[in-house]
């Protein structure tokens, strides 16, 4: 399809914001919204680099306008230790199958989320966690997060086990998965992997990812701090489920 037939924008656009709409409602899992919708359309080697600019610029839009939450402390050290985990990601991408390891964390996830969808939320661990475990949850998720493309999950079941509102948890984890998004950027810049087509389809998409963006960030200050727990816990259960599946 031609990116400026108008079914085609239609369907990309349609894709974009309901992607957007759900980042900014929970600051990840665009790629997971948006790829039903874009992956029908769309070449992998389109859609994918496309998804990640979008994702990117969501994740930027939500830092700026959620920025009185972020949490400087300890989102440095969740960074740093989740560079360090894509390096032996990318090592382990061509010595293991990572189609089976991607099936046995998306099992994982599912009956993680499941188990805790039916369980009531636990009371908050008062305490600022130490050093060497903000350090060690950004490893792993950036780990995983360069064999599953979900570096976000990790840290997001840490923040659950620890019982954090939804302010601390987004001002924690947002600004961890916005710089690894922005690493994989660099990653596939670095390859030529972003085309001339993929960017005026970024382009042509501006309009619907800033309305979605605008409208879940709207959602998220609204909703409560339970909601927040169910929504999060459900794109949990539905990533997991699509790893299996």
Not at 163 to 173: A, H, N, S, T
Request: net charge positive; proline share 5%; aromatic share 8%.
């Amino acid at each position: 399809m031609h990116p400026f037939d108008p079914v085609f924008c239609l369907i990309v656009s349609a894709g974009v914001f309901a992607g957007a709409v759900v980042s900014g409602l929970v600051g990840f899992a665009f790629s997971a919204v948006a790829g039903v919708v874009l992956l029908q359309v769309l070449q992998p080697t389109e859609a994918v680099p496309l998804m990640m600019a979008c994702s990117i610029i969501t994740q930027g839009v939500s830092l700026v306008a959620l920025r009185g939450t972020v949490q400087w402390r300890g989102s440095p050290l969740l960074i740093t230790g989740g560079a360090l985990g894509i390096v032996p990601a990318l090592y382990l991408l061509h010595t293991i199958d990572a189609r089976i390891l991607r099936a046995e964390f998306g099992a994982f996830l599912a009956a993680y989320a499941a188990y805790l969808l039916v369980r009531p939320a636990v009371a908050r661990v008062r305490g600022v966690p130490g050093r060497f475990r903000h350090a060690l949850v950004g490893f792993g998720g950036g780990l995983i997060g360069g064999l599953t493309a979900m570096p976000g999950a990790l840290p997001t079941i840490w923040c659950e086990l620890r019982g954090m509102p939804k302010d601390d948890q987004r001002g924690l984890v947002q600004p961890y998965i916005a710089a690894m998004q922005l690493l994989a950027l660099v990653l596939m810049l670095s390859h030529n992997a972003l085309s001339s087509r993929m960017l005026l389809n970024l382009a042509l998409s501006l309009p619907a990812l800033a309305a979605g963006a605008a409208i879940g960030i709207m959602m998220f200050r609204r909703i409560g701090d339970g909601l927040f727990r169910h929504v999060v816990l459900a794109l949990l259960l539905v990533s997991g489920l699509t790893f299996v599946l």
